[in-house]
């Protein structure tokens, strides 16, 4: 839960610095937008977002459907 918080942090961070800047809000973050530690946090949570995809599809065998 915190991971995808912190996801959307970042994605709605993003959104209102393009509408105060006058463009569109968008789900395009730019890495060189990013501070290293930012680059750090989304890294770690993607590797959690990545574990417990990998869970699922254990857990649920979700790989034999289809």
């Given at each position: ?16 610095s ?15 937008e ?26 649920y ?6």
């Open positions: 839960a915190a991971a995808f918080a912190y996801l959307q942090q970042v994605r709605l961070g993003h959104q209102v393009r509408v105060t800047t006058g463009g569109a809000p968008d789900d395009v973050v730019a890495v060189a990013l501070t290293m530690l930012q680059r750090r946090w989304i890294r770690d949570a993607l590797h959690l977002v990545h574990t417990c995809q990998e869970s699922v599809r254990f857990a065998r979700v790989d034999l459907i289809a």
